[in-house]
């Protein structure tokens, strides 16, 4: 497995990060363990959770799974979804970003967390209020280094701003989704992670599935799969993105690869991707995209047919900006 710096910190990760989600919903704690067994057998050593999957037992679940291996590992969380009725049971307040930390580790049998993520923008706090608790988190040695999902390029580059006027410490990690058939990171986030130095870990690598090619747009959605929810129909299921899958699996074959093969590793070969985030229902599709990732780098020409595919996605619409 390669691996790669996280910039700014002293982590260097694998560059696929087991996704812990489907912990404790379609995945028992058996194979949850066999799941890390498996991932680090591969080399990977970076393993990424948030306090509100499946109400903390995900969190559970991969701590004990874990167990005394936690020293050899990049562990990562997340706050934001709600865990109560509370106050401070939600949101980024820092009376919540707080008592979620101290949450999460106890879930997890740890007294730290390598990487704790704010995973979605709350508008109803102050930036301040959040990075500066984030800030005495850190300080009080519970986070190692401070990380963003979900956000803009422009409320990451605030989040620096604030931070080297305070002497906070910034945000060093983003997760932000970014596929073959989800490219909107390219009109401008791209750019900004590079000019700013910080390190992208992407996640839906296989657009919820649409990627793998088993779905097909006249058809009900795989029972189990994430289709099944109307938050990724209303994102992946129309027919141009269904369109574009059928023009990839071509490209995929033309390369001899699979549709699963060619999506993971044109990820691989971008320059804004550290790492791509890899869930999996049990071992078995964890095995397969284990495997997908592990081959020969995608040459120019395959590449260019991707960027192709994309342009006629996207339509001709100018970018606001030069």
Known sequence: MEMRPLLGTDLVSSRL???????GSQVDQETATAMVDL????GINHFDTANAYNLGESERMLGRALGARRSEVIVATKVFGAMGDGPD??????????KQMDASLSRLGMDYVDLYYLHSPDYTVPIEETLGAMSDLV????????AASNYAAWQL?????LSAERQWPSVRVSQVMYNLISRGLDDEYVAFAQAYGISSIVYNPLAGGLLTGKHRPDSVPIEGSRFNSPAYRDRYWTARQFSAVDQLRAVA???????IELSLRWLLASPLVEAVLVGASGLGQLEVNIAAADGPALDKGVMDACDEV???LRGPLPHYNR
């Open 17 to 23: 990060v087991l996704g812990a989600m489907t912990f």
């Open 139 to 146: 300080r009080e040695g519970k986070v190692r280094y401070v």
């Open 157 to 161: 580059c605030q989040m620096s701003g």
């Open 89 to 98: 049971d939600r949101g980024l307040s820092a009376a919540a970003v707080r």
């Open 39 to 42: 991932s680090l057998e591969a």
């Open 310 to 312: 994309w342009r006629e």
């Open 253 to 259: 074959e033309g390369a001899g690869i699979s549709l």
